[in-house]
């Protein structure tokens, strides 16, 4: 088969991967002139910058990508298990490393917020316990093929639905196991994994703390972008031809069923498409002439970003890799996103990766990506607000680190949700396609394929199973085995 693929972020990457290991001839189509998407990486001056993702869970999901092309993958791709998975930070002066070890986070809890010792062993078992109930079916099967439905694990699941939490929110969830408000805030901060609102999205949420303590939170040596490098390197070994700077016009559909695309005016015939394009944007922009599932693609998005890049002329040894410096009002910090506005005390999140790239940054200095969550786009006045925003972030930084970080700053660089839109076509500059805020939404999100075009696959992080760097990784896992079934 010939197989086209529109768009080279980490899920077209992977599915170019696992379509080349099919013996399929594979092109991937990219607008931009470098491959990742979100998943890609910039310089300013001295300084390099990871531009969008910035937490590796799930490594095995890449290794599997390796393991399928009969490649090792230790010679191509490495990355190591943070000790100190988030450094938590709290206008009080309260300071939490959150350790993956689960005896010295228990203890570093018990020592800093004065909760018991059992909390944190609990809290990772419970998210265990979601997860091995409805992990595997739910992320990694497509929940639009009947043989899904018919397993002897989904039976079991549904049957344990009412343990879920699927019909509490996730901030009730978690005011269950613990009282202790920063704790609670801590746990709710799971939520923003996939863009969604913790005092609406549903306790099933809770499973995600499984994959960042019990599997474990890592860097990939070189940084996040190498996931990237490494993947192209991998398909390109396979065969895979990468044809940047061709954005796709239009997806040809005839007799319904998906025939070619057209790129500068020009139709190349493929046997099978993969749009690894916003689903939204697939739609609206490249099948303007078919009836669009228009319920599903108007679910409400996930949240947006504002991060500032800086290049910062000095070293922090009290920040980490990942830190977190905590509004003083959550709640109200997401009543006022989902009002389309930032908080006047957001929640800012620094990432260093000269904290394990030496070369990230002059020597004495670091690379600090600075992001808050924001809403999408809804016809804000970004400029104004983004003024206000980043003023608000440095007098959070230096009430809390104590120290005058304007002065620091050598090299600055934004991203923000009109930029994320037009880089990447994700519709409103939506970090994760469709926020989980809805209890369905896992079941609502599109199928990994067209049911009205034939020949016509979707996978990244607006199809199911969801956005993120893993789920994304299975999206192309599921259009895979669907395809070749
Ligand atoms: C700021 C930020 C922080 C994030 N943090 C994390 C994190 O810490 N951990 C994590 O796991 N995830 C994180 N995410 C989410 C993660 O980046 C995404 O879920 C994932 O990278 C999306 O991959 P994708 O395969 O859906 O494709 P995308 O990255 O969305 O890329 C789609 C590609 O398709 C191309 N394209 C679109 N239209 C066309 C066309 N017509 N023709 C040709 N090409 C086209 C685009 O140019 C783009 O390259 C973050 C995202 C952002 C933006």
Same mark, same amino acid.
């Given at each position: 088969m010939k197989v086209g693929i529109i768009g080279s972020g980490v899920a077209g990457i992977a599915s170019a991967i696992r379509m080349a290991c099919r013996g399929h001839e594979v092109d991937v189509f990219e607008a931009n002139n470098y491959p990742g998407g979100k998943l890609s990486q910039f310089r300013l001056g001295e300084y390099r910058f990871d531009a969008g993702p910035s937490l590796f869970t799930m490594p095995s999901y890449v290794e599997r990508l390796y393991a399928l092309a009969g490649v090792p993958v230790e010679e191509h791709f490495s990355y190591e298990r943070l000790d100190v998975v988030c450094n938590y930070f709290w206008e009080d002066g309260t300071r939490v490393h959150a350790y993956s070890d689960a005896e010295k986070f228990s203890e570093e809890l018990q020592n800093k917020l004065g909760v018991d010792e059992d909390t944190v062993h609990r809290i990772l078992k419970d998210s265990q316990r979601k997860y091995d109930i409805c992990g595997e079916i739910f992320l990694e099967k497509s929940l639009h093929k009947f043989k899904?439905?018919?397993?002897?694990? #989904?039976?079991?699941?549904?049957? !344990? /639905?009412?343990? &879920?939490?699927?019909?509490? =929110?996730? @901030?009730?969830? +978690?005011?269950? #196991?613990?009282?202790?408000?920063? !704790? /609670?805030?801590? &746990?709710?901060?799971?939520? =923003?994994? @996939?863009?969604? +609102?913790?005092?609406?999205?549903?306790?099933?949420?809770? /499973?995600?703390?499984?994959?960042?303590?019990?599997?474990?939170?890592?860097?990939?040596?070189?940084?996040?972008?190498?996931?990237?490098?490494?993947?192209?390197?991998?398909?390109?070994?396979?065969?895979?031809?990468?044809?940047?700077?061709k954005k796709v016009e239009k997806i040809n559909v005839d007799n319904r069923a998906a025939k070619s695309i057209t790129i500068d005016g020009q139709q190349l015939a493929y046997d099978s498409l993969i749009s690894n394009m916003d689903i939204y944007s697939t739609y609206k922009k490249l099948l303007p002439d078919v009836a669009h599932p228009e319920r599903t693609l108007q679910q409400e998005r996930s949240t947006s970003a504002v991060i500032f890049y800086w290049g910062v002329e000095r070293s922090f040894p009290e920040l980490d890799v990942h830190n977190i410096l905590f509004s003083e009002d959550y709640k109200t910090e997401f009543e006022a996103m989902q009002k389309g506005g930032i908080y006047q005390d957001p929640t800012v999140?620094?990432?260093?990766?000269?904290?394990?790239?030496?070369?990230?940054?002059?020597?004495?200095?670091?690379?600090?990506?600075?992001?808050?969550?924001?809403?999408?786009?809804?016809?804000?006045?970004?400029?104004?607000?983004?003024?206000?925003?980043?003023?608000?972030?440095?007098?959070?930084?230096?009430?809390?680190?104590?120290?005058?970080?304007?002065?620091?700053?050598?090299?600055?660089?934004?991203?923000?949700?009109?930029?994320?839109?037009?880089?990447?076509?994700?519709?409103?500059?939506?970090?994760?396609?469709?926020?989980?805020?809805?209890?369905?939404?896992?079941?609502?999100?599109?199928?990994?394929?067209?049911?009205?075009?034939?020949?016509?696959?979707?996978?990244?992080?607006?199809?199911?199973?969801?956005?993120?760097?893993?789920?994304?990784?299975?999206?192309?896992?599921?259009?895979?085995e669907i395809m070749h079934e």
């Open positions: 899904t439905w018919v397993q002897p694990k #989904i039976l079991k699941a549904m049957l !344990l /639905i009412p343990t &879920l939490d699927l019909f509490r =929110t996730m @901030n009730a969830t +978690n005011s269950g #196991i613990t009282s202790n408000p920063k !704790l /609670i805030q801590l &746990l709710n901060r799971y939520a =923003t994994y @996939n863009g969604s +609102n913790p005092y609406k999205a549903p306790g099933l949420l809770t /499973i995600i703390p499984h994959f960042e303590y019990n599997i474990g939170a890592f860097v990939p040596h070189g940084g996040m972008h190498n996931i990237t490098t490494s993947l192209v390197s991998l398909a390109e070994k396979k065969g895979v031809r990468f044809h940047f700077g999140y620094i990432n260093i990766t000269k904290k394990y790239v030496a070369t990230d940054a002059p020597e004495g200095c670091e690379n600090w990506f600075v992001m808050i969550n924001a809403p999408h786009q809804n016809g804000q006045d970004w400029e104004s607000m983004i003024q206000t925003a980043r003023k608000q972030i440095i007098e959070k930084i230096n009430r809390i680190l104590k120290l005058d970080i304007e002065s620091l700053i050598a090299q600055e660089s934004l991203l923000d949700p009109r930029t994320i839109e037009s880089r990447t076509s994700s519709h409103l500059g939506a970090l994760y396609g469709s926020s989980s805020n809805n209890k369905m939404a896992a079941f609502m999100r599109h199928a990994n394929f067209s049911n009205k075009i034939k020949n016509l696959y979707f996978c990244g992080g607006s199809v199911h199973p969801g956005g993120g760097i893993p789920l994304c990784l299975l999206s192309a896992k599921i259009v895979d």
